[in-house]
């Protein structure tokens, strides 16, 4: 079964443009939850969506947004990028269900340089 | 709120001995699930170990042994017989709740493993 993917996997951007990163989850699940990793802050939560709705959401300004396709692939998009979006984003999928705790497995993340 | 602590920002082990990585947490709902994940340098985080509040035993997976102190709210991730393989950045992380509805984890600083041969 494959794995979870994300592309591109290195990306190199100006302040003030905007990009956007896809993650492809491991066939059937339904939940993709999205990180981003820094040096200074470590693995923050970003979002979640299940089933095309975006479930959880963590504290990060309204440039970062995502969405979730009808086959479970997700974009995240990050608008007017600032240097500070200089970052590993990690995407995760899980099956989610009830009754059970799925532990969530990753992509190999996109590493994302703002300049 | 919730709160994961790894106090350990570096740990040198020896190959072939037991090493073990501190990990606790805080929070207020009595469902949780706990997890351990390694993060090569490659930048991939790959799940280790899982433990449930409700376990009552704790969790083994290979060489990963989970000690699960409830009481304490301690989650130290132990490595019998390290490997050089296993040099790596290590991650604890837990979820609120049990059924699934959210998949949002909350991580620790993480702690940086060296295996010397």
Known sequence: ?????????????TRGQQVTLSCSPISGHRSVSWYQQTPGQGLQFLFEYFSETQRNKGNFPGRFSGRQFSNSRSEMNVSTLELGDSALYLCASSIQG???VYEQYFG??????VT | AQKITQTQPGM???EKEAVTLDCTYDTSDPSYGLFWYKQPSS??????????SYDQQNATEGR?????QKARKSA????????LGDS???????REGLTGNTGKLIFGQGTTLQVKP
């Open chain 1, 98 to 100: 009830q009754g059970f």
């Open chain 1, 108 to 113: 190999p993340g996109t590493r994302l340089t």
């Open chain 2, 88 to 94: 790596a950045m290590y991650f604890c992380a837990m």
């Open chain 2, 64 to 68: 990963y042994s989970l000690n699960f």
């Open chain 2, 76 to 83: 130290n991730l132990v490595i019998s017989a390290s490997q």
């Open chain 2, 12 to 14: 040198f082990v020896q």
């Open chain 2, 43 to 52: 930048g991939e985080m790959i799940f280790l170990i899982y433990q449930g």
């Open chain 1, 1 to 13: 079964k494959a794995g979870v993917t994300q592309t591109p996997r290195y990306l190199i951007k």
